[in-house]
């Protein structure tokens, strides 16, 4: 199974949100969709999950129009911050409606979960603090028959234990049915640790989609005296420099391996934070004030 993005555009008036945006996931795959604030991520993963309408472009499953087709978009499930469920509703219930709509749920391994997130199932969605609402949606997002899973934003507010009981889930049930899990988050370093492909979107386009370990791979810092940076990257893509305390740092996208390091520069990989930041450094720099 296979989900194609095809050229997908959004335009708000005269603002283009997403430019062009292709991409294709696959079932066995989790994936971390990473982009600055406002870069577009949760307009894309609305338009897939058909609640806004692309301006031009197709989402297209094993050959399907996505778009106002129940039968794929029964193959699809978003998490989203937006909530969309009733209020009134307790836990149980909120799973009893997604049974409905998807015409399955998972109430055994719902109910590990119940007892890992020390929730109430009978407690009304709208008595629960914001972490805690979190959970449930997540538990419903975990327990869907869905195939494609898209969680936007799907910690906010879970502290520290929780968000390591939702990995530890998420990789378990990951392991046992394999779907595809796109995570759009803010938390790098703790999205390397599950995710094996990574995409990044920025100011509505895709900048690199790659896999974790490649990405990993990918960027160093190198830093020493200016002239001596300059002269040793000069074939290199450089994504970001900085001046410090009289030392120049350069910020090396593909950094080519085998490398001779002249004896006055160091050179050290990036964490995928850092990649990011000094990959995205230049968004939003026209609109400084
Ligand atoms: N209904 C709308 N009308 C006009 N502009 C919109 C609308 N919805 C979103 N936008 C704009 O589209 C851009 C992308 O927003 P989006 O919410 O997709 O970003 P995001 O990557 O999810 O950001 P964040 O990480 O801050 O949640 C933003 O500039 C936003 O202001």
Known sequence: MTL???????????????????????????????????????????????????????????????????????HIFLMSED?????????????????????????????????????????????LSTGYRSIAKLIIALCVPADYIFLDEPVLGLDASHRDVFYK???????????????????????????DEIVIIDQG????SATTEQIKRSGVRVVGPEASVLAFTKEMTVMDQETLGGLTTIYVQNYPKNSIVPEDLTVSPLTLQDYFIHMTSKAGESNEI
């Open 4 to 74: 194609t993005i095809a050229q997908v555009s959004k335009q708000y008036r005269d603002v283009k949100v997403l430019d062009e945006i292709s991409l294709t996931f696959e079932i066995g795959h989790i994936y971390g969709l990473l982009g600055r604030n406002g870069a577009g991520k949760s307009t894309l993963l609305n338009i897939i999950n058909n609640r806004i309408f692309a301006t031009s472009g197709t989402v297209v499953l094993d050959g399907q129009k996505v778009s106002d087709n129940e039968k794929a978009l029964n």
């Open 169 to 195: 889930y998420l990789l378990d049930t990951f392991m046992k049915r394999p779907r595809a899990f796109i995570i759009s988050t803010h938390l790098i370093e703790e999205i390397t640790t599950i995710a």
């Open 205 to 208: 386009a895709i900048m690199q």
């Open 83 to 127: 909530n969309l469920y009733p209020d009134d509703l307790n836990i149980l219930k909120l799973f009893k409606l997604t049974e409905h709509f998807y015409g399955s749920f998972d109430y055994e391994f719902a109910a590990h979960l119940v007892r890992a997130f020390k929730i109430n199932t009978k407690t009304k969605f709208k008595k």
